[in-house]
């Protein structure tokens, strides 16, 4: 099967981008969970990501990178396997401008060219060793859903929110409505939260799943910068779940490790679980120096330079 593989990027240091942004929201970053300076910077990991797709999958047929009119500076677009794809050509002309990738994820499947199989990363989401197409997708051709165990999480969550008065955080919530909506349609509800690294789709199934929800979707359409009731795209793994058209598979940091930046012992941890997946994230509570720190970690890990760079 042809499997592809899509990023979504932004350079977030961008002065235009930023004139851009600040002009239409009114917002300058801040350090809260959705609008934080670790939403949208830049540490130079989509170069080191695709050294690592390079190196790790190289039967990977070809590259997407979905952007709001951005060109990373290194990267070779005369390359044949390598598409730069701008937001605004799959998103509805209400949603643009577009600044809140939870409304973006929603259309990735109407990307030119797409394969029926494909990947989906975010820039931090990292490769560690060799996998093949049937790490992703099983032979009957449905994809490999991996989740995180969170029931007692889910339980604890609940707790504080009801019992201690403290709020979901924006991720947390949006989940939930994924997951809730999911309920309401099927009647089993998915406690489970992504990996948050790559993840396998079927483009006839995103597309089917937006059609179920259509009306839900529509409703978020003009959430150009993030909002409590967006609609998460783990909805596209679990109305497949539901649907009985992916195979569910649960990880554990020794499959996949979610990295956080700001705590440097993670990188001892990464050394000691050596997954197929980690994930470097950013986040509000990350610092410049945490970040100049993953640049210079990444540059050791994967040195040699990719077919994609200048």
Not at 48 to 65: D, G, K, Q, S
Request: proline residues 5%; positive net charge; contains cysteine.
């Amino acid at each position: 099967m042809d499997i592809d593989l899509v990023y979504l990027w932004v350079d977030g240091s961008d002065p235009e981008w930023l004139a851009r942004r600040c002009a239409f929201t009114g917002q300058k970053f801040d350090n809260t969970e959705a609008n934080c300076k670790g939403r949208y910077a830049d540490n130079d990991e989509l170069k080191y990501n695709l050294r690592a797709v390079e190196m790790y999958a190289p039967w990977i047929r070809h590259v997407f990178i979905v952007t709001d009119g951005q060109t990373p500076a290194w990267l070779d677009t005369s390359n044949p396997k390598v598409t730069v794809v701008n937001q605004n050509d799959i998103i509805p002309e209400v949603s643009r401008p577009c600044y809140n990738s939870s409304l973006i994820e929603h259309f990735l499947y109407r990307i030119p060219g797409l394969s029926e199989y494909f990947l989906y990363a975010n820039d931090d989401m990292f490769l560690n060793r060799p996998v093949t197409p049937e790490t992703f997708f099983t032979p009957d051709g449905l994809p490999v859903i991996r989740l995180i165990h969170a029931r007692l999480r889910d339980w604890y969550l609940a707790f504080r929110k009801n019992v201690l008065g403290v709020p979901y955080k924006y991720y947390i919530r949006t989940l939930r409505n994924s997951a809730e909506l999911v309920e309401k349609r099927y009647g089993v509800y998915y406690s489970g939260k992504p990996h948050h690294n790559i993840d396998a789709y079927l483009k006839s199934s995103c597309r089917h799943t937006g059609e179920v929800f259509g009306q839900e979707i529509s409703e978020v359409l003009t959430n150009h910068i993030r909002k409590d009731n967006d609609i998460q795209r783990v909805i596209y793994s679990y109305t497949p779940l539901a649907e009985k058209r992916g195979h569910l598979e649960y990880v554990t940091q020794r499959t996949s490790f979610r990295f956080l930046i700001y705590k440097r012992g993670h990188y001892s941890k990464l050394r000691r679980f050596s997954p197929t997946f980690f994930c470097m994230n950013d986040s509000e509570y990350a610092t410049d120096s945490d970040r100049q720190r993953v640049t210079e970690f990444l540059g050791k890990r994967f040195p040699q330079k990719s077919k994609f760079e200048k």
